[in-house]
């Protein structure tokens, strides 16, 4: 019996927590919980093969004792590859091997069958492919990677970037190297000292993929290029770089690229750019500010972050090279709208680029501001003290760091570490929270937790759940917004009317319905925007006058208090025309604290424009009363998109009462509308 690669993860994780149950694993581990039941099968019988006690399962929790015998089975225990394993052997051994190679040679790799091994070269022929490379089989070579040289080396950057997220990845390099293990720590000081010439530190992810990427490409033989442009390119890459990896000179070019690129912990920045790049990223966040009504506090704080993130986004939108795609699977999940709305921010960088930003990018912005939206004061006193370890970036550890502050917020966390640094911290906090295994000793120092590197709410509730239990002694209840019923709802069935589930589960969960906007989330446009709440005059006597008259159905349903009506007439005094969003449009606003009661939004459209300072001339108010800094985006987003549309904002502005603009306010307020 043995054990693949699902299994042997799972296994791991068992062993390393030795009490833990299936929600917990569904937590840590990218797997169905009917794939951890049947994994769970495999490894049972695994332990009765091996003669190794079995793991015990009290209702949904599984207990297995760890002992010296079964650590040096598990260490020892034979795996199958898994389909993406044997397509990353084939490559890797065939780029360092100069001999011929047949699909025989493959068949004793793997260990398989020849049909097998004709499935995986297959996936790896497509692979190459996508990178316009020839994989093929030649009687007088064998099969060869047969391309552009710099090509070559960056397809083997690539298929490293699937290595190392493998939890077999030191197996499946010993598959093909022999006696590595020495080599890899060398490279990896070699990398550390030439981050030390150059005066920036690399991100630990991204140190381990380019040891890898050198102890393969170390090995390889490209096909020598005979493009004058290629002998120009190397000559001109960094002269330390060249000094320090002497012996690869056929890599130096894809090397010093995957540098410059990659994500880095610090690093300076000429004084010139920076200064071009602060101003770039405030008028980015004033033009988030003017889209979301959302005032943003320390913008200088915030400014500095994004100028520093903007450096490495360059870099990579003018080399090629994408950033990771971990943070997709959270922020779509978590903010989809807020996402939408940096998107449309950033347009000054955009033209300060000359190029599009990439989805993945914009994500990367969205969990800046997120985080600064959200950030909360800690104080360092009697309370539990937590750190967060993750390898993956600054971006994603200081994202989970977030995210775990909110959910604790009576833990004091201190700020987040990389994993060579656990040991020297570990003894000044109770409980550690890490995205990697960390080593035994650490245990003996705190409390060790995995988790996610960015959790969806429902990991997040489980989280909560977990460590309320284990560490502060009680079982808070938790609330359970309206869009985690649904998630849940959706993973397991085939919702066919997504909409009207979600008005059954409201009058379900909710019993005073007129309270679902704050209970169930963010409120879509027409839960705001209701027929008493739209006005159609043909005129009014200034824009003073115009905002009063806007936010009237707002002041009668008592959701502001007139001071708040105040505040945004003196704002516009003060600051000039900044809710004039475009021509014919306002939204006039205030902060929560200026006089809101509750969340809401009303509507006045006048036949005569008004006019603003500035000549600035509108038909068209939206006034909006937010209750906090994020309950009205998925709202305004929506009328973003309205207000893009040119047909349907001629509409309104062609209106003569509200029933001729409910119908346009309608079709931009289903829940999945972006």
Known sequence: MLLNEKSKRILSVIMHEQRVTIESLELMLPYSRRTIEYELERIQEWLVDCGLPDMHTDGATIQLTLTPELTERFEQAGLIWAEEERELLIVFFTLVNREFLSAFHFQQLLDVSKFTVQESLNGVKKSAAHFGLDFAYTRKSGYHVNGHPQTIALYLYRTIERLVTRSTKERLVSAVLADWETEYEELLHQLETYETVRQFRLVESHREKLAYFLLFGSRMALPTSTDEEDHVMAENTDDALRHHFSQMPHLWVTLDMLIKSGPKVEEEMDEATQQELASVMMDVIERFELLSCTFIIEREALCEKLVLHSKATMQRVYTGLEAPEELERYVMKEHKVLNVLVERSLEPFRQRLGKNVPATEVMYYTLHFAAHLHQQGQHLDEQMKAIVVCPSGISVSHMLDHILKNQFPEIVFLPPISQRDVEQYAPLVDLIFTTVPL?????????????????????????????????????????????????????????????????????????????????????????????????????????????????????????????????????VEEHGPYIVLMPDVAIPHARPEDGVRKLGMSVLKVGDPVVFPENKSVRLFFVLAAIDQTTHLKALAQLTELLGNEADLATLLSAQTSDDMLPVINKYSEEEQS
């Open 439 to 571: 080593a035994r000793t650490i245990h003996e120092l705190a409390n060790v937790t995995l988790v996610p590197a960015l959790p969806t709410r429902l990991e997040q509730i489980q989280l909560k759940r977990q460590i309320e239990q284990r560490f502060l002694k009680r079982g808070e209840h938790v609330t359970v917004q309206l869009d985690d019923v649904l998630q849940v709802v959706k993973k397991h069935a085939t919702v066919t009317n997504e909409r009207q589930l979600r008005q059954d589960l409201r009058a379900l969960l909710y019993a005073d319905t007129t309270q679902t906007v704050h209970q169930g989330g963010q409120p879509v446009l027409n839960e705001l925007i209701t027929r008493e709440n739209i006005q159609v005059l043909d005129k009014v006597e200034d824009w003073q006058a115009a905002i009063r008259l806007a936010a009237k159905p707002l002041e009668a349903n008592e959701s502001i208090v007139t001071s708040y009506i105040d505040t945004m007439i003196d704002n």
